[in-house]
T-cell receptor, first 113, second 114 residues
């Protein structure tokens, strides 16, 4: 069965510092991978997605993620964090057809000034 | 364009009562999803509609949960009777179709069952 693991429940970084959020997946077929962000009281917003091709994916708000098949990972990165990036981040995996997403438990990002 | 609308935003009920949530997807989106997000967990798909037909309801507790999308546009999710463990945020999402389409999420309805 497919699953997504986000090992870090909470991460705190200083404003301006770099960020990496980890995501590991278990999936029987070719995975289609997503990162969503959820700000308090709001729905989820898609940051980026990987379907095929270049394993380094660029998203909105300066985020990028790298797909590493050998490590079953899809880590999210940002070179310089802004206070407005404080939110909860979810990694998700889905099939090519059907669009049934399986989400990880999320990582809460805190940004200190 | 307008996003996914949900109401109410918050609801507090006692166990064994019934409750209903409403969702209006983005105009023209054929696929609608209901997710349950329990505190500390990621969203879990409850049911997926394609137009007014059910595509996947394998994780919907059918003894107490029901959902409908009669005209292929807006949808309601009902819980009857509610249990304490139903306390969660209920998210509605929509996409243009099934497949690799981006899902757009509403703000959610936060349910507390006492």
């Amino acid at each position: 069965a497919q699953s997504v693991t986000q090992p870090d429940i909470h991460i705190t970084v200083s404003e301006g510092a770099s960020l990496e959020l980890r995501c590991n997946y278990s999936y029987g077929a070719t995975p289609y991978l997503f990162w969503y962000v959820q700000s308090p009281g709001q729905g989820l917003q898609l940051l980026l997605k990987y379907f095929s091709g270049d394993t380094l994916v660029q998203g909105i708000k300066g985020f990028e993620a790298e797909f590493k098949r050998s490590q079953s990972s899809f880590n999210l990165r940002k070179p310089s964090v802004h206070w407005s990036d404080a939110a909860e981040y979810f990694c998700a995996v889905g099939p090519k057809y059907g669009n049934k997403l399986v989400f990880g438990a999320g990582t809460i990002l805190r940004v200190k000034s | 364009e307008a996003g996914v609308a949900q109401s109410p935003r918050y609801k507090i009920i006692e166990k064994r009562q019934s409750v209903a949530f409403w969702c209006n997807p983005i105009s023209g989106h054929a696929t609608l999803y209901w997710y349950q997000q329990i505190l500390g967990q990621g969203p879990k798909l409850l049911i997926q509609f394609q137009n007014n037909g059910v595509v996947d309801d394998s994780q919907l507790p059918k003894d107490r949960f029901s959902a409908e999308r009669l005209k292929g546009v807006d949808s309601t999710l009902k819980i009857q009777p509610a249990k304490l463990e139903d306390s969660a945020v209920y998210l509605c999402a929509s996409s243009q179709s099934t497949g690799l389409e981006t899902q757009y999420f509403g703000p959610g309805t936060r349910l507390l069952v006492l």
